[in-house]
């Protein structure tokens, strides 16, 4: 197991190798000329070759990869071309924010996901199913620039409970992390509907029954466990996606989270910016790929690892 | 059936929620009231720097002007006032500037202000290795020199009529030269000057605060405590903080919400000209816009009034120059009225009985589509066929910017915006019109080169005398508006709103807030 670990953290340096030249050679040949786009609106040529050169932008790209690699193997993210800032604390700053926002967000999104899988599944063809399924559809169609802002208006605007966005205090975590959790939380109650109702058809269960142990025991005890994978695979993969951070509820909120970051930096071609989040991303999709994978092991222990 | 009537209940649960959220949005009527003398302002994104030489956005330029003050700046409606500097003159040949320093300012740090500091400053700004993004406005600069404590001089390395503005740029505004040595390449993060308020903090992306600077010279002022700036991209959001409170001003608002907003709820909606101006250029060098009548006739095509109302929701004038009403030695000139007759006629004149096809290039903002769709559905009236081309910012610089011999040029018509940032006539017009100033060297995407024009241009430079360059820039706004090479569309207002306790607060027709004077009235 420890072996296994090691091994697989290990094996994440080529791949973070390969993806730093792919992402590298991709910024530089979209189109687009940063040191224009720095220099501003009503800059002349003089400018815009002024803000070239001081952002190194006119060297050849072969030059401009070394010196970015040598960077980036003594840990220098570097500096951003717009902001003159070092990357990384443009990075860290933005980066609890969006931890936090997706922790909050798969956490109720889990509970209320498997809850509501667990009951429709348990009451399959039920009203308690179809109200369930109801939810999940509906959750997974709202838009969640829809849902985000017709919850502020009703519960800043009109109610005055909560903040309409930017991040202040422990309250402003609640509008953002309902409206993003709401569409995972639907998509995990499916999942965990269709895998459960697969497995409570299982010999075993019926063996459970037929010895006697509580319904309840069976359920959350013996078929949940093994209905798990593919939830927790999803899961792992939602929250990959959440740590990038989502554009559309950060604008909404005013968030100061990574997706806008990503964004603004695309707008003004801020190579060193964008190099340095997918780079992030990257990382932390091996990193939950390896965790859900050890996660398998405890809920399976079929699955070997060798 | 049993799954139908259960699905429908629960339909009518949800519509019943929306709608109640929805409902009451117009309903609610809170008493205005401000406790303390702290405000926030919502902006619709976020500050790039504080350091004033090295910023380039209107947005920095607005917490900056908090913060710090210049030897002279603009008014609300863009006059030159004296701000640092008692009296300035300029000499006959627009190449020396003095400058009168007002005495007994210091820095926020104690660091007195003499004509040493304002000397440190444009030093550093026009050190031809300077890499300042606002280098070239003060390139122009030979020697800045101290005559006594507080008078200063500026020679220029060629005459520059237009130098007074530019000292009134905001970029011009004086930094505490002991900071700069302090802080060296972050001075951007801790600015410091003269002005009413004082850095308290910024987080990149995040909130800027500044509050009551206690020594301010100016006795009486500031009148509030602090100003926090928040960057809201969110439209909708931005006019939720507004109706909530949690912001007392927000910039801009939106100018579809902009009539429902106004008058309710304690909120103020406030609407000035800009000194921007919207225009669509045309290829001067090639066919069929080298025809002075097929330029004009699309002036004609196109009714200016309908483009307001319907790409700024009324809040604009059909342009009525080259540049906004408000820029200085700005003349007013004869409009071309909508005459779809007209039009058809000048093209018939010019050999283009049945019109013609041709592409349209602009952004991708939603706002530029809809003018795009609209100037697309005007020409269609008089046969002239557009393809448009919404293109991404950093796609589009590099179709315009990246040609470097001006016959290969792809452009034919471009839709787009200027806003001059001196103030002056001469930045509304060189850099977009001159004939020195076609891609990549500038904005001249019409290729529009004329020598009588580009003789004027170079006049009103030669002298700061108001009256001569005011003649110039005179008739070089009729020669462009008769040659017209742009369809001179709009110059849109600024929209912005405020809780009404809060007064003296302006957004510039340069787009630049002045927050100096703001209070809270009750």
Sequence with gaps: MLRYTIRRVLGLIPILIGISIFVFLFVHLIPGDPARLVAGQDATVKDVQLVRERLGLDKPIPLQYLTYMDNLLHGNLGISLKTQQPVIHLIAERFMPTFWLSFFSLAWA???????????????????????MFLAVSGLS???????????????????????????????????????????????????????????????????????????????????????????????????????GSVVVETVFSWPGLGRLLIDSISYRDYTVIQAEILLFSLEFLLINLIVDIIYGFLNPQIRYD | MKRLVTSLVLMFCMLALVLSGCGSAGGTKKAVSKNGKNIVVALDSNFVSLDPQDTNDNLSFTGEKTMLEGLIGFDKNMKIVPVLATSYKASKDAKTYTFKLRK????QDGTPFNAEAVKFNFDRI??????????????????????????????????????????????????????????????????????????????????????????????????????????????????????????????????????????????????????????????????????????????????????????????GAPATSSMGPEVQFYSKQKPYNYDVNKAKQLLKEAGYPNGFQTTLWAGNMSQSIKAMEFLQQQLSKVNVKLKVVPMEAGTM????????????????????????????????????????????????????????????????????????RQKDYAQLQTKIWQDAPWVFLSTPDNVYGMRNYLKNAYVQPDGIMDLTHAEIVK
Excluded: C
């Design chain 2, 126 to 315: 026009s050190d031809p290795k300077s890499t300042l993004k606002r280098h070239s406005l003060f390139a122009v600069i030979k020697e800045t020199k101290v005559i006594d404590e507080y008078t200063v001089q500026f020679k220029l390395s060629q005459p520059f009529g237009a130098m007074i503005n530019t000292f009134a740029h905001p970029a011009g505004m004086i930094i505490s030269p002991s900071a700069v040595k302090k802080y060296g390449k972050d001075f951007m993060k801790h600015p410091v000057g003269t002005g009413p308020y004082k850095f308290a903090s910024w987080t990149q992306g995040g909130n800027l605060k500044v509050v009551k600077n206690p020594n301010y010279w100016k006795k009486g002022e500031p009148k509030l405590d602090s100003i926090t700036f928040k960057p809201v991209p969110e439209d909708g959001s931005r006019v939720d903080m507004l109706k909530t409170g949690e912001a007392d001003l927000i910039n801009p608002l939106p100018t579809v919400q902009a009539k429902a907003l106004s008058g309710k709820n304690g909120i103020d909606v406030i609407t000035n000209p800009s000194i921007g101006v919207r225009y669509m250029s045309m290829n001067t060098m090639k066919k069929p816009f080298n025809n002075v009548k097929v330029r004009q006739a699309l002036n004609y095509a196109i009714d200016k009034k309908a483009f307001n109302s319907i790409v700024y929701n009324g809040y």
């Design chain 1, 142 to 244: 709202l838009p969640s620039f829809w849902l985000g802002l017709m919850a502020i208006q009703l519960f800043a605007v009109d109610l005055g409970l909560l903040p309409t966005g930017g991040l202040d205090s422990w309250t402003s975590y609640i509008l953002p992390s309902f409206t993003l959790g709401t569409g995972i939380a639907a998509v995990i109650a499916r999942f965990t509907r269709s895998a459960l109702m697969d497995v409570l058809k299982e010999d075993y269960i019926r063996t459970g029954h037929a010895k006697g142990l509580p319904r309840s025991r069976i359920v959350w005890g013996h078929a949940l466990k093994n209905a798990m994978i593919p939830v927790v695979t999803m899961t792992g993969m939602q929250f990959g996606f959440l740590l990038g």
């Design chain 2, 397 to 468: 610089s590099n179709k315009i910017w990246g040609v470097t011999n001006p016959e290969k040029a792809d452009i034919q018509l471009y839709y787009g915006g200027w806003t001059p940032s001196t103030g002056d006539a001469d930045w509304a017009i060189r850099p977009l019109l001159g004939g020195a100033s076609f891609p990549p060297a500038a904005y001249n995407t019409a290729y529009y080169k004329n020598s009588e024009a580009d003789k004027l241009i170079n006049a009103a430079l030669q002298t700061a005398d108001p009256a001569v």
């Design chain 1, 110 to 132: 889990l509970a209320a996901g498997l809850l509501i899988g667990v009951v429709s599944a348990t009451k399959r063809n039920k009203w308690q199913d179809y109200s369930g």
């Design chain 2, 104 to 107: 007994g300012v210091k820095f």
